[in-house]
């Protein structure tokens, strides 16, 4: 399977969604389009430079959190939801050019046609010295499901796996066309039942610098920790700013 794009959704609940789109509007310096859906409930965020890879979309239950969309050739589409089923994925909805599914742990995914996508924004410049990228999605999973979704994800991709110092941390590494790092984080504890979930995940230069910017957005900074500090934007979802190049983003994760 050849995959051409990748798009990362915030899912936000009703409640947050406006003051969640306009937060991330600004990290990122982007435009909003034109509102979608019967509902007006999806959007996509257009960057200054490049083609768009981050997209919005208001949902009716739930906390919210991260979704992603893989871009195949449109003929593709069914044949590489069938592959993901015999890997040990469940559809969950079907229609023209776009196959909704849920990996082996819960997470959700989608698999839709590509529509020439091709650019990489760069990293954005900041008042503070500091540049920055919102670039990685860290999917959650389970500690019980961990080790069966890695593998999932590796065979129905076909990306190599690259060694961490940290056990709980695994990254793939995706072509570098693509706009969206993937990396796999094992939680220490999980309900029984809790399905995979995920978060976004920013590049920068400076972590103080850039914690101090979103702050001043809005955001809460929730903890720190050595390479990364947890964030909580307005709308209630967390998502981590990383001391990672975002021009090479491979920084190692110690």
Request: hydrophobic letters at 40%; proline letters at 7%.
């Amino acid at each position: 399977m050849a995959i051409r794009w990748a798009t990362a959704f915030w899912d936000f609940p009703a409640d947050g969604f406006e003051s969640g789109v306009a937060f991330w509007l600004k990290v990122t310096d982007s435009t909003l389009s034109a509102r979608r859906g019967p509902d007006g409930e999806f959007a996509t965020l257009i960057p200054a430079a490049g083609d768009p890879y981050l997209r919005v979309q208001r949902i009716r239950d739930g906390k919210g959190g991260s979704h992603l969309d893989l871009h195949v050739d449109e003929v593709e589409v069914e044949a590489e939801a069938e592959r993901a089923i015999g890997l040990g994925a469940s559809a969950v909805y079907r229609e023209p050019g776009l196959v909704v599914l849920r990996s082996p742990a819960g997470f959700a995914f989608c698999l839709v046609g590509h529509d020439g996508q091709a650019v990489v924004p760069p990293p954005l410049d900041w008042p503070g010295g500091q540049r920055s990228r919102t670039d990685q999605l860290c999917i959650d999973i389970p500690p019980q499901a961990f080790d069966h979704e890695l593998a999932f994800w590796q065979m129905f991709t076909g990306w190599r796996q690259t060694a961490t110092d940290a056990r709980e941390f695994r990254r793939l590494l995706p072509p570098p066309e693509l706009p969206v790092q993937f990396l796999l984080q094992r939680l220490d504890l999980a309900e029984r039942g809790r399905s995979a979930t995920a978060h976004m995940d920013l590049a920068c230069t400076d972590i103080d610098a850039e914690t101090e910017r979103h702050v001043g957005l809005g955001a809460e900074a929730v903890r720190r920790h050595h390479w990364w500090q947890v964030m909580r934007d307005p709308a209630g979802l967390e998502y981590c700013i990383t001391g990672r190049d975002p021009e090479i983003d491979l920084h190692p994760i110690t």
